[in-house]
T-cell receptor, first 113, second 112 residues
Framework: DVKVTQSSRYLVKRTGEKVFLECVQD?????MFWYRQDPGLGLRLIYF???????EKGDIPEGYSVSREKKERFSLILESASTNQTSMYLCAWQRQDRTDTQYFGPGTRLTVL | GENVEQHPSTLSVQEGDSAVIKCTYS??????FPWYKQELGKRPQLIID?????GEKKDQRIAVTLNKTAKHFSLHITETQPEDSAVYFCAASKGSASKIIFGSGTRLSIRP
C-alpha cells in the first residue's frame, strides 16, 4: 500500500505567520493535490500538481502557494496565515496510470489564532 | 463551472433499514463517479466507484447507480449497521488527470 504522510496532525499558528504543510508519498506517483475541508462545504481543491515543478490552481488558490521540487513531496504554503484559513487540510494522490481514483493522507488540522 | 450537488445533507435511518444518498452533476462530459466515506477524525476513504459505461455497480451491501441522461447518481446502503455512520461524499470527474469535483457531503447516522 502507498503511504502518504502529512507533516503534522494538529498545528496552531498566529495570524501573519508563514505556514508550511508538507505531504510526502512513498511511491513514484506524479499527481498530487491539496484540499481544504470545512463543515458544510465539502472538499475544495486548492492546488494540484501533475509533475515536478508543475502546479495548477484549483478552485480556491487565493492566499496559498505550493512547491513541488521532488516527485514525492508536495508542499502547501500559507504566505501570511489568516483566521479564515483555519481548516482541515488534506493531501491526496492519484495513481500514476491516472485511473482517476484519489487517495487521501491523514490530514492536518490547522488553527490560526 | 462544474458542480456536484448532494442530498440530503443529513440522514438518520434505523439500523437494518436502507439509506440512499443522491447526487447530480452539471458537466455531461463527466465519466467517473467515486464515493468516499469519512469516519469521525479520519481521512476520506474510497468505498465504491462507477464509470459511465455501466449503470450500476454493487459491492456487498453497497451499490451505486448512474443515470447519465438525467446526470444523477446514487449510493444505496442496505441492511445498515452502526459502523455505517459517517459522512459520505460523492464526486465526479471527466477522466484521466481531470479534477475531481466533490459534493458537500451527507452525514449518515444509524439509530440502534
Amino acid at each position: 500500500d502507498v503511504k502518504v504522510t502529512q507533516s503534522s496532525r494538529y498545528l496552531v499558528k498566529r495570524t501573519g505567520e508563514k505556514v508550511f504543510l508538507e505531504c510526502v508519498q512513498d511511491m513514484d506517483h506524479e499527481n498530487m493535490f491539496w484540499y481544504r475541508q470545512d463543515p458544510g462545504l465539502g472538499l475544495r481543491l486548492i492546488y494540484f500538481s501533475y509533475d515536478v515543478k508543475m502546479k495548477e490552481k484549483g478552485d480556491i488558490p487565493e492566499g496559498y502557494s505550493v512547491s513541488r521540487e521532488k516527485k514525492e513531496r508536495f508542499s502547501l504554503i500559507l504566505e501570511s496565515a489568516s483566521t479564515n484559513q483555519t481548516s482541515m487540510y488534506l493531501c491526496a494522490w492519484q495513481r500514476q496510470d491516472r485511473t482517476d481514483t484519489q487517495y487521501f493522507g491523514p490530514g492536518t488540522r490547522l488553527t490560526v489564532l | 463551472g462544474e458542480n456536484v450537488e448532494q442530498h440530503p445533507s443529513t440522514l438518520s435511518v434505523q439500523e437494518g433499514d436502507s439509506a440512499v444518498i443522491k447526487c447530480t452533476y452539471s458537466d455531461s462530459a463527466s465519466n467517473y463517479f467515486p464515493w468516499y466515506k469519512q469516519e469521525l477524525g479520519k481521512r476520506p476513504q474510497l468505498i465504491i466507484d462507477i464509470r459511465s459505461n455501466v449503470g450500476e455497480k454493487k459491492d456487498q451491501r453497497i451499490a451505486v447507480t448512474l443515470n447519465k441522461t438525467a446526470k444523477h447518481f446514487s449510493l444505496h446502503i442496505t441492511e445498515t449497521q452502526p459502523e455505517d455512520s459517517a459522512v459520505y461524499f460523492c464526486a465526479a470527474s471527466k477522466g484521466s488527470a481531470s479534477k475531481i469535483i466533490f459534493g458537500s457531503g451527507t452525514r449518515l447516522s444509524i439509530r440502534p
